[in-house]
């Protein structure tokens, strides 16, 4: 089992910024890459970025425009996403996750075995 841990949300104004953390721990040499998911009321849970944990492959939706970031610390079993430029359209809750995607299920929820619990980001207009 992976266990994982986000902090970093929180209430920012439009054009602010955050940096989301998701430390990992347990059964890690198991996972091939993290990724950040976010979900806003109503709607389905939709890929943000991901990964490679060991060779720091990126990988973005598009519909980010370059406005995020996500690198890791692997002496820290951290991932990070930083957000700048919010909206308030990227108000949602924002999941970490884990796993051992292929390339075909890299951008998508099934993709990936481990969740964190979620930290809520709040952009205020």
């Known amino acids: 089992q992976v266990q994982l841990v986000e902090s970093g949300g929180g209430l920012v104004q439009a054009g602010g910024s955050l940096r989301l953390s998701c430390a990992a721990s347990g059964r890690t040499f198991s996972v091939r890459h993290m990724g950040w998911f976010r979900q806003a009321p109503g709607t389905e849970r939709e890929f943000v970025a991901a990964?490679?944990?060991?060779?720091?492959?990126?990988y973005y939706s598009d519909s980010m425009n370059g406005r995020f970031t996500i690198s890791r610390d692997c002496t820290k079993s951290t991932v990070y996403l930083q957000m700048n430029s919010l909206k308030p359209e990227d108000t949602a809750v924002y999941y970490c996750?884990?796993?051992?995607?292929?390339?075909?299920?890299?951008?998508?929820?099934?993709?990936?075995?481990?969740w964190g619990q979620g930290t809520q980001v709040t952009v205020s207009s």
């Open positions: 990964i490679n944990w060991s060779g720091g492959a990126t």
């Open positions: 996750a884990a796993g051992a995607p292929s390339s075909w299920h890299l951008k998508q929820m099934h993709g990936y075995s481990y």
